[in-house]
């Protein structure tokens, strides 16, 4: 039998697939149903309906899906996942809420180009995978 590694969960934002050996968001997803809502409170004022929001390091959407709602159905939101397995959850879950206004992008952003070293990590040991 195959580990499971990932769960299911309802949260502020919609439904959410995160990894359960995530010790800071998907704890707090789970907890709470939401990650980092005070900073989410504090942006609201700033993203106008039908605009375009970037998301550097979306991790598995929690602020996308946030975006995504916040400019509405003819806004569009605009996010960056450089980690391969970060990036499968994220687009899963934008799926999964049926964020049609969300273009997600599998690579890294700097203000120079060229290559760069993403970390192994283990999936199956507690760790902060955002981190």
Not at 23 to 41: D, H, I, N, P, T
Not at 57 to 86: C, K, R, S, W
Not at 102 to 131: H, K, W
Request: hydrophobic content about 40%; overall charge negative.
């Amino acid at each position: 039998m195959k580990d499971v590694l990932n769960k299911l969960v309802k949260t502020r934002y919609g439904q959410m697939i995160y990894n359960k050996n995530d010790e800071l968001v998907g704890r707090s997803l789970e907890e709470y149903g939401e990650w980092m809502q005070g900073e989410m409170a504090f942006l609201t004022p700033y993203i106008p309906m039908d605009g375009v929001c970037i998301d550097v390091g979306a991790y598995i959407g929690t602020h996308a899906l946030f975006f995504a709602d916040a400019v509405g159905p003819n806004g569009i939101v605009i996010v960056f996942e450089p980690e391969q397995i970060m990036y499968q959850l994220l687009s899963a879950n934008i799926a999964l809420n049926h964020h049609v206004n969300i273009r997600a992008f599998n690579c890294a952003v700097d203000e120079t180009s060229g290559l760069v070293q993403i970390t192994d990590m283990n999936y199956r040991e507690p760790n902060n995978f955002a981190g």
